[in-house]
């Protein structure tokens, strides 16, 4: 009887699926003067729609407005983004 809640513990552990790595590329601008970035960011969830709005707000934050996510991918895709991302790669 003292086993059953590790047991039950490590059951769940494994139950559960394993979250993937996701990242998006994205386009984000401030105003005034006008700058524009290209960027690639950790997300939590594999979905444009969700990295869309996890993203507003994380570029908001930092005084950015994003205007579009371009894609959602893995971790395979990072490494062909990382030049053109520069400074804006997995900053925010």
């Known amino acids: 009887m003292r086993h059953l809640p590790l047991a039950l513990s490590l059951m769940l552990a494994f139950a559960l699926p394993a979250q993937a ?7 984000a601008k401030q ?11 950790q997300v939590a969830e594999c979905n444009k729609a969700a990295a869309k709005a996890e993203l507003a707000d994380r570029l908001a ?6 205007l579009n996510v371009l894609s959602v991918f893995g971790p395979e895709g990072l490494e062909e983004r990382k ?8 900053r925010f």
């Open 21 to 27: 790595e996701c990242y998006a590329d994205y386009k």
């Open 31 to 41: 105003d005034a003067p006008l700058r524009l970035h290209y960027g690639v960011a």
């Open 61 to 66: 934050a930092a005084g950015w407005t994003l």
């Open 83 to 90: 030049p053109s991302a520069a400074e804006y790669f997995l």
